[in-house]
């Protein structure tokens, strides 16, 4: 059975780092959230190619949950990679610098918690590919009020020098090796991390993603089931770690 679904309101939302730098993520919220409730917040973090509909639309499915939702901009605003080679052009220089890609989480983070009608203690974040390493990235710095992070067909590399989560990994996605795997497993288990690591059989990457076979490339691939399990099981776990 599905969950119950509520009207909601949406609409681009700007912000700035603490650069000045200015982003337009897509806000989504229940519509008849009240003037002085306070609901959780989840950040949901986009792909290669910047933040698109696919994104917003898990933003305003989350809201519809009862959650306040952010699609973030990572690239800044009107930034987005329109064609393969724009996107990990804008890509290259974050996942090179993951410092200055902190920043800009913090910034998402930083926008989320201070609207008026998010508890800002309560702070979960989604993401997918690219998004999925931000999520753990999040988790991973401890920033402030992430109770839980979510990680689709996301690469699992550690911060460089960096002295809870669930995974959701495609089982034969040629992306994330065995040698990737055994490294973040040893990674969580030396933090004590609460952390799962879900291989859906069968799944490329990008198994999440409607058109992801449209990329033309053999080893991403959309797959029905391992999309609709993988979502099912991270409603239930943010459901359990925010409400």
């Given at each position: 059975?599905?969950?119950?679904?509520?009207?909601?309101?949406?609409?681009?939302?700007?912000?700035?780092?603490?650069?000045?730098?200015?982003?337009?993520?897509?806000h989504?919220?229940?519509k008849?959230?009240?003037?002085?409730?306070?609901?959780?917040?989840?950040?949901?973090?986009?792909?290669?190619?910047?933040?698109?509909?696919?994104?917003?639309?898990?933003?305003?499915?989350?809201?519809?949950?009862?959650?306040?939702?952010?699609?973030?901009?990572l690239?800044?605003?009107?930034?987005?990679?329109?064609?393969?080679?724009?996107?990990?052009?804008?890509?290259?220089?974050?996942?090179?610098?993951?410092e200055?890609?902190?920043?800009?989480?913090?910034?998402?983070?930083?926008?989320?918690?201070t609207?008026?009608?998010v508890?800002?203690?309560?702070?979960?974040?989604?993401?997918?590919?690219?998004?999925?390493?931000?999520?753990?990235?999040?988790?991973?710095?401890?920033?402030?009020?992430?109770?839980?992070?979510?990680?689709f067909?996301?690469?699992?590399?550690?911060?460089?020098?960096?002295?809870?989560?669930?995974?959701?990994?495609?089982?034969?996605?040629?992306?994330?090796?065995?040698?990737?795997?055994?490294?973040?497993?040893?990674?969580?288990?030396?933090?004590?991390?609460?952390?799962?690591?879900?291989?859906?059989?069968?799944?490329?990457?990008?198994?999440?993603?409607?058109?992801?076979?449209?990329?033309?490339?053999?080893?991403?691939?959309?797959?029905?089931?391992?999309?609709?399990?993988?979502?099912?099981?991270?409603?239930?776990?943010?459901?359990?770690?925010?409400?």
């Open positions: 059975m599905s969950p119950p679904s509520v009207p909601i309101i949406k609409d681009h939302l700007k912000y700035r780092d603490d650069d000045g730098n200015i982003y337009e993520g897509w989504a919220r229940p008849s959230i009240k003037a002085t409730e306070k609901l959780p917040g989840v950040l949901v973090i986009h792909a290669f190619a910047g933040c698109s509909e696919f994104e917003m639309e898990k933003a305003e499915q989350l809201a519809k949950l009862g959650y306040i939702a952010l699609a973030v901009d690239y800044g605003k009107g930034k987005r990679g329109n064609t393969k080679e724009e996107g990990f052009a804008l890509l290259r220089p974050l996942m090179a610098d993951r200055e890609l902190a920043k800009r989480l913090k910034a998402s983070r930083d926008c989320l918690a609207l008026v009608n508890d800002a203690i309560k702070l979960g974040v989604i993401g997918y590919c690219f998004g999925g390493l931000c999520a753990l990235d999040m988790a991973r710095r401890n920033m402030d009020g992430i109770r839980a992070a979510v990680s067909h996301g690469t699992l590399k550690p911060i460089p020098g960096a002295d809870l989560t669930p995974v959701h990994n495609g089982e034969v996605d040629p992306h994330i090796d065995q040698e990737q795997k055994t490294g973040f497993y040893e990674e969580m288990r030396t933090r004590k991390a609460d952390f799962q690591f879900i291989d859906h059989s069968g799944a490329l990457h990008g198994f999440t993603e409607p058109h992801a076979d449209k990329m033309g490339e053999p080893t991403v691939a959309y797959h029905k089931k391992a999309a609709k399990r993988s979502w099912m099981m991270a409603r239930q776990f943010l459901r359990e770690m925010l409400l």
